[in-house]
């Protein structure tokens, strides 16, 4: 049971340089989030997809796309990247449906580590 | 300010030691409050949460919450040196996909 594989775990980008950070789970786990993690900061939420076909900003979107491929995938674009991407990037999945019981309790992936130059 | 804040440390204890970590919040409708610990070049994993107010216990671990003063604390006792990691707070409402999480808190535990 892999639970959640993140792709690449390494990239080095040039300024203005397009990419894309690939995401499964295999939990079958109904929302699904992209983070990123920064020294003092802590993580934070770039987009979510609560289910299969929706998708929502988190505190962070601004330079991002992302797109809920099916169920299992959910992929993060950067379209012109830029020195301030340069962060360590999170996926993480949940069986939480945002109903009113119980916690929304993540399982992330080992992270992207993205430089942009 | 942030909406949580935590000391991001370091912090060195000696093993055996009883380490206590901690994390103010400012939003008073969070409801759920987790503990995450990240050894070093991997992904955050859940340790354990608690609902509300009250304690809650498991195993070394004990996790704290006084919503009347907004502050969360994780307790470990007899620790270990495979304790050390950063250890991150989080928090959500009822029902909400957004989670928010603490800067972490380094720890190291020396044998």
């Known amino acids: 049971n892999a639970g959640v594989t993140q792709t690449p775990k390494f990239q080095v980008l040039k300024t203005g340089q397009s990419m894309t950070l690939q995401c499964a789970q295999d939990m079958n786990h109904n929302s699904m989030y992209w983070y990123r993690q920064d020294p003092g900061m802590g993580l934070r939420l770039i987009y979510y997809?609560?289910?299969?076909?929706?998708?929502d900003k988190g505190e962070v979107p601004n330079g991002y796309n992302v797109s809920r491929l099916n169920k299992r995938e959910f992929s993060l674009r950067l379209e012109s990247a830029a020195p301030s991407q340069t962060s360590v990037y999170f996926c993480a999945s949940s069986v939480f449906r945002g109903t009113a019981s119980g916690a929304n309790v993540l399982t992330f992936g080992a992270g992207s580590r993205l430089t942009v130059l | 300010q942030k909406e949580v804040e935590q000391d991001p440390g370091p912090l060195s204890v000696p093993e055996g030691a009883i380490v206590s970590l901690n994390c103010t919040y400012s939003?008073?409708?969070?409801?759920?409050f987790m503990w995450y610990r990240q050894y070093s070049r991997k992904g955050p994993e859940l340790l354990m949460y608690?609902?509300?107010?009250g304690n809650k216990e498991d195993g070394r671990f004990t996790a704290q919450v006084d919503k009347s003063s907004k502050y969360i604390s994780l307790f470990i006792r007899d620790s270990q040196p495979s304790d050390s990691a950063t250890y991150l707070c989080a928090m959500s409402g009822t029902g909400g996909f957004k989670t928010i999480f603490g800067a972490g808190t380094r720890l190291f535990v020396k044998a």
């Open positions: 608690t609902y509300s107010s």
């Open positions: 939003n008073s409708a969070f409801q759920y």
């Open positions: 997809s609560a289910s299969e076909g929706t998708t």
